[in-house]
Nanobody, 118 residues
């Protein structure tokens, strides 16, 4: 059972930056995939960024060039560096773990709230 805990959310003005972290505990498969999702009030959850075991990254078009996903495998930690934040980035951000990249999420974190004011 993988347990994920996010941190790093907060309130920031537009144009600012935040770095989210997600620490995984329990057994994690070394070929697992990881991702960040977000869900704004009244909207569906959307995938923001992903990274596979080879370090290949993918981004939603809305965050490409502003967000960077990375991981420290030695510490079982996933990061999301967010820059040039916009009010529309306001959402609850969730870390996700996949045993296989093409499958559904196997574990979710509890979320961390990001609020961007104009």
């Amino acid at each position: 059972q993988v347990h994920l805990v996010e941190s790093g959310g907060g309130s920031v003005q537009a144009g600012g930056s935040l770095r989210l972290s997600c620490v995984a505990s329990g057994y994690t498969y070394d070929r697992a995939c990881w991702a960040w999702f977000r869900q704004a009030a009244g909207k569906e959850r959307e995938r923001v960024a992903g990274i596979d075991s080879d370090g290949m990254t993918t981004y939603a078009e809305t965050v490409r060039g502003r967000f960077t996903i990375s991981q420290d495998t030695s510490k079982n930690t996933l990061f999301l560096q967010m820059s040039s934040l916009k009010p529309e980035d306001t959402a609850m951000y969730y870390c996700a773990y996949f045993l296989a990249c093409e499958d559904s999420v196997d574990a979710w974190g509890q979320g961390t709230l990001v609020t961007v004011s104009s």
